[in-house]
């Protein structure tokens, strides 16, 4: 199994350096960590007394992923979690917060193991996450990774602007449904067609 380190890594490498996209609510962002994450973690990297643009723009690989190790992963209670729930609870943390461990929990409760959807963890969603890991430890890791997939595609039916992340200009899987599928069995990805048939209401 990865390490924290190795998953970290991996996901500061997902997420890409510099980005100041109109259509993300996240404004500035570097390896995956907004401006909103920096200033309420006090990261005035250029120590000017404010945490701006510069900042993020100076962040460096090695910082955000200690960031999210720290902060998407063992304060939130990842950590607590079985193992094999470990790479992609953090990553989605990342990409979504709270809604990382909702997700889970909703999925928990409708697999028989009641959990709070409160977006917490703490015991009552660990020993339910416990309970579903060691009776079938891959099916919940496939089954949270396909929650993340419809998670991703409920976004875009709402919010058109989100829709590029989740369908590429030619019409195939765009970053957040293959970063979704990255963590599911290949067996339940969707093929071109489904995935197609899932976006056509889109055009």
Known sequence: MRSVDEIAAEIVAREGGYVNDPADPGGPTKY???IGTMRRLGLDLNRDGKVDVS???ALTRAQAAAVFKE???RRPGVERLPGILHA????MYVNAGANAVKILQRLLTRMGYPASDDGVIGPRTIAAATAAAQAAPRHIADAYG???R???YAIADTRPASRKYAITRAG???GWITRAET???PKYHLTASQHRERTAKWA
């Open 71 to 73: 902060h998407y992963f």
């Open 32 to 34: 995956g960590v907004t």
């Open 172 to 174: 195939g899987k765009g």
């Open 88 to 91: 992609t609870v953090f990553d």
């Open 55 to 57: 900042d993020v723009k």
């Open 150 to 152: 419809n998670y991703y």
């Open 183 to 185: 963590f599911i069995a």
């Open 146 to 148: 396909i929650e993340r």
